[in-house]
């Protein structure tokens, strides 16, 4: 796996700066007080104040951040050195208290003792791990007993089309993983698809929904709600979406699913 994961890292770290200049992230509007969150997730976990929350996989940490100014006691871990040097600086410069840790998920425990209130991760997190199993434990590992468990993800099912097809939606892949996992080349992403990397190799996997759900009950979580969406936070993830003054980008012409949540407790 390790393979992998340093092509990734490479990407990722790489991405940070991207990231950081883009509007889809805003860093201004972040650092003068704007909170990163959606609605999903706001109206899922309720009043965190004074809650202990682990965020995993949080990029430069600005949904982190943004759970620690509603008052959480936030902690967030990412793979990504850049991403989380930048996650550091942001907490100082907003004067927001949060933990970041550099490391692979798989590997929190070498770095990380204790137990959450809240674990939590979103929106383009699970792509990036090969197994559901050792991450659903991961997540019971952090979670105290009675703890809370959020996740707001893209949906499965809208990875098989074909994302760049201008006009109606054609199947490309398949919804279920082979043994190894999907390899991409590309230059941008989705906060600035025009941007042009030296890193432009990542892999991939692709988990559908009953491999998420009967990972979490496997490691011992009740599931307590599952939601499904016909709108997302990314507006690139098919071609023709459209965005709407929401925030959330829709799929002219169809009914389908673009992102699910699930909550669990330990
Ligand atoms: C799409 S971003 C998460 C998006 C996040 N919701 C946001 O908008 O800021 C995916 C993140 O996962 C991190 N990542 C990928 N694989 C990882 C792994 N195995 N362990 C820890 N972090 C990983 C990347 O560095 C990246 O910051």
Known sequence: MEKYYDVNKRRWNELVDIHAKSDEYDLDGFISGKNSLHSIELEALGDVSGKSLLHLQCHFGLDTLSWGRLGARVTGVDFSDTAIELARSLAARTGVNADFICGNVYDLPKHLDGEFDVVFTSYGALCWL????????????????????????????????????????????????????????????????????????????????????????????TIRGLG????????TQIAFMEPGEDGYSRLPGYDLPLMYSIKATK
């Open 228 to 235: 499904e969406y016909p709108f997302s936070v990314d507006g």
């Open 130 to 221: 090969h197994n559901m199993e050792a991450w659903a434990e991961i997540v019971a590992r952090y979670l105290r007993p009675g703890g809370t468990f959020f996740i707001a993800e893209f949906h499965p099912f809208m990875w098989v089309f074909d994302d760049e097809w201008p006009s109606e939606l054609r199947v490309k892949y398949r919804y279920w993983q082979g043994e190894e996992p999907d390899y991409y080349e590309a230059d941008g992403s989705y906060a600035d698809p025009e941007a042009k990397v030296v890193n432009r190799s990542s892999y991939e996997w692709a988990h559908p929904m009953s491999e998420v759900v009967n990972a979490l009950i496997g490691a011992g979580l």
